[in-house]
Nanobody, 120 residues
Framework: QVQLVESGGGLVQPGGSLRLSCAAS????????MGWYRQAPGQQRDVVAT???????NYADSVKGRFTISRDGARNTVYLQMNSLKPEDTAVYYC??????????????WGQGTQVTVSA
């Protein structure tokens, strides 16, 4: 069984910073890609940033230059450093992992989500 556990959300003022973490645990054989998605109230879930196991990254246009995704392969952990936060960044942030387990089944896993609120 695979679990993704997120941490680091909270309330921050505009212009502030937060760092999200997501640790994957369980019967993991290989992680191909990890990423962060977000969903604001009444909106669809959208990709924020992704990183592959060879460190290739992709960002949504709205966060380029402000957010940085990184990973620790040894710890099966992905981070999202969020700087210069704006009220429109307010959303529930979800961690995602594309991985294979000990049964050689490859699929997507999701974390439970962590709330990020940017407000004065």
């Amino acid at each position: 069984q695979v679990q993704l556990v997120e941490s680091g959300g909270g309330l921050v003022q505009p212009g502030g910073s937060l760092r999200l973490s997501c640790a994957a645990s369980g019967s993991i054989v290989s992680i191909y890609r990890m990423g962060w998605y977000r969903q604001a109230p009444g909106q669809q879930r959208d990709v924020v940033a992704t990183i592959t196991r060879d460190e290739s990254t992709n960002y949504a246009d709205s966060v380029k230059g402000r957010f940085t995704i990184s990973r620790d392969g040894a710890r099966n952990t992905v981070y999202l450093q969020m700087n210069s936060l704006k009220p429109e960044d307010t959303a529930v942030y979800y961690c995602n992992a594309d991985l294979s387990d000990y049964l050689s089944v490859r699929k997507d896993y999701w974390g439970q989500g962590t709330q990020v609120t940017v407000s004065a």
